[in-house]
């Protein structure tokens, strides 16, 4: 099964601070979805890139895909304990195939 | 909103059983989706619908199987539990994905 790549695996950071997750892949995609997924929850779809080199902000997180089309990263500035998650990127490929990341598991501390 | 329901959060089931994991959603989607989600290895997709009565493979359909008799309604079936069938389940409607809350189902 073929996955995308996201670095790094897991993070710990203290509130305040800034982080970038990323998201890699040898395939292109049509389009690229984020979600954040909470314990014992499902994962929730944050934003979805369409365009090589679009940036989308989203109040303090800024998610950009790469010109080709193949990769995108995530920025969270001045992070706070409720961005605490598991991050999921997820490369769209035709009408039903994603093909979902391996996540990056995000702590927030106080 | 478009929700989601699926009709167990935690499942604990015998290794031989059948299991039934039932999920609606009430936003008109044609498209329904069931993954299983396992640490270090991501969301997987078990098989997926794009209208009632249609349904197809996904990555690992090996030991599972689906029905969807109604637009609203995506049942995933587990012909014969196994241990290695221990994992969280999740289905998702459309096409930006909304997700269920998740089945967790243990196989002893």
């Known amino acids: 099964t073929q996955l995308l790549e996201q670095s790094p695996q897991f993070l710990s950071i203290q509130e305040g601070e800034n982080l970038t997750v990323y998201c890699n892949s040898s395939?292109?995609?049509?389009?690229l979805q984020w979600y954040r997924q909470e314990p014992g929850e499902g994962p929730v779809l944050l934003v979805t890139v369409v365009t090589g080199g679009e940036v989308k902000k989203l109040k303090r997180l800024t998610f950009q895909f790469g010109d080709a089309r193949k990769d995108s990263s995530l920025h969270i500035t001045a992070a706070q304990p409720g961005d605490t998650g598991l991050y999921l990127c997820?490369?769209?490929?035709?009408?039903?195939?994603?093909?979902f990341g391996t996540g990056t598991r995000l702590k927030v501390l106080a | 909103d478009v929700k989601v329901t699926q009709s167990s959060r935690y499942l604990v089931k015998r290794t031989g059983e059948k299991v039934f994991l039932e999920c609606v959603q009430d936003m008109d989607h044609e498209n329904m989706f069931w993954y299983r989600q396992d640490p270090g290895l991501g969301l997987r997709l078990i098989y997926f619908s794009y209208d009632v009565k249609m349904k197809e493979k996904g990555d690992i359909p090996e030991g599972y199987s689906v029905s969807r008799e109604k637009k609203e309604r995506f049942s995933l079936i587990l012909e014969s539990a196994s241990t290695n069938q221990t994992s969280m389940y999740l289905c998702?409607?459309?096409?930006?994905?909304?997700f269920g809350s998740g089945t967790r189902l243990t196989v002893v």
């Open positions: 395939s292109v995609f049509s389009s």
């Open positions: 998702a409607s459309g096409r930006g994905y909304t």
């Open positions: 997820a490369g769209v490929q035709g009408t039903y195939k994603y093909i």
